[in-house]
């Protein structure tokens, strides 16, 4: 029943095109999401960055800053942001997700992009490392939550965090 459900909810999506946002991609990975299904979703945003990638260093290339682009970044972002959380809260994965918040911070820096950062490492840390590893990762989480702090200071997780 998963093989079949994950097979038709990538069959439900599209081929990539260069108009496309991802705006339904994103969205599909949220109903998979509450349909109880986090392995499906992060199939679904995985398939739609393998895409996204090609796309955004061609648009880059040819200089096109318009609607569109600015879109797919904007949606690329959030569906790594996504993915981060994703592997973090369903399917302990700290790395992948720590890797998936990097990224989303490569796009655009947010303080949703360094507080996922900061949870990844500290997660990666709890994790088992060895002790150089464990305090690379710790100073990291702190750079990441002093940042998140100083772009939104109200965001209370990162002070729990913190404290």
């Known amino acids: 029943?998963?093989?079949?459900?994950?097979s038709s909810l990538l069959q439900s999506f599209p081929a990539q095109s260069l108009d496309d946002d991802g705006t339904a991609e994103v969205r599909g990975a949220l109903a998979a999401v509450s349909a109880g299904a986090p392995e499906e979703a992060l199939s679904l945003i995985q398939v739609w960055l393998e895409g996204q990638d090609a796309s955004i260093r061609e648009v880059e290339e040819h200089g096109d800053s318009g609607k569109a682009y600015k879109g797919r970044l904007s949606n690329a972002h959030l569906a790594m942001l996504l993915a981060a959380k994703l592997c973090f809260n369903h399917l302990d994965c700290p790395a992948l997700g720590l890797e998936y918040a990097r990224?989303?911070?490569?796009?655009?820096?947010?303080?949703?992009?360094?507080?996922?950062?900061?949870v990844g490492s500290l997660l990666c840390a709890a994790a088992g490392c060895d002790i150089e590893e464990r305090k690379v990762l710790y100073s990291e989480a702190l750079a990441h939550l002093d940042e998140t702090l100083v772009l939104e200071p109200s965001n209370l997780r990162a002070r729990v965090y913190l404290s």
């Not at 990224?103 to 950062?117: C, D, M, N, V």
Request: proline letters at 0%.
């Open 1 to 6: 029943a998963r093989r079949y459900r994950r």
């Open 103 to 118: 990224r989303a911070l490569e796009l655009r820096e947010t303080s949703q992009g360094h507080y996922s950062a900061a």
